[in-house]
């Protein structure tokens, strides 16, 4: 080996010590910091907010630091959250309860049946919108919210300190511009959004920076073949929960009934947190209709659309090599 070689190898090495990462499509590693992160998710009804989750734990560009449930069922919600962290080894994170009932439950409920949010080792923060703001305004740095559900925790936060906008960018998987469900070639309605249109309103049109990964992209990804299996057949334990919360939901006996994935939306959104190489980017205006549709309005607030896919299949890759590998 050369000596100019030996220098580069030391010097990749001492990047990788200090914190440097790897790009999505393939880039040498270059110093950053981490990305301080919020999630706001309604884990617990569609199984890819759990997925997701797991991504956002494998994702050494992201400082996860608060993850609050959305949309009622405040305390399933939570203890899925906490209980996942805790596999995960990330009890330095926060749980936070949103807005709404404290009772209900979903196809996962019987994951958690017999955990106690209080054995969480964590900061279990009962006002998780309160956390939410807090977080934001004490953050020596811009804070990213990911946001994965509908929104009235955000409307909540934004109506009560309107300026965690100014110290926060938002990414969010939310909404149909030009291809709806299943690739169906014509917009619709998408369930984030027209929930709570009030809610997803006021979060489209206050002035944080914003990133969204709508159906046109989000709602086309499946791991399907060897893919889905190199996660299914994992010894990892976050893949290993991610499988069997799946395969609760899903109403399968054993992992091994399960042959794909359900559609992943959530995950593309924490990709969009650190990058974006994989997806076309456009600046669109945005204006929510009554009917929660999300129309290209020039007259509308801009924000960065992830409108198609440049490579799907190397995010998959990615999307399993997180899942499967070491954070």
Known sequence: MCHIETLTIFALAVALAAGATWAADGDPPARKARVRVILDTDIG?????????AMLLKSPELDLKLVVGDLGKTLYRARLI?????????TDVAVGLGVGSRDGDGGQA????DYDLKSYPGKVHEDGVGAIID????????VTL????PTPNLKAALERQPEIARKARFVGMHGSVRKGYDGKPTPEPEYNVKTDVAACRKVFTAPWDMTI???????LVRLKGEKFKAVRDSSDPLAATVIENYRLWAKKDSKDALDSSSILFDTVAVYLSFADALCRIETLGIRITDNGSTAIDEGAKKMRVATEWKDMGAFEDLLVRRLTGKP
């Open 135 to 142: 977080t934001i305004t004490k953050s020596p740095e811009p």
């Open 146 to 149: 990911i946001a994965i559900g």
């Open 110 to 113: 019987a994951w958690v049946k």
């Open 213 to 219: 990964t709508p159906l046109d992209t989000c709602g």
């Open 45 to 53: 009804d569609d199984i890819d907010d759990t997925w997701a989750l």
């Open 82 to 90: 906490a209980r996942i962290l805790q596999v995960a080894g990330r």
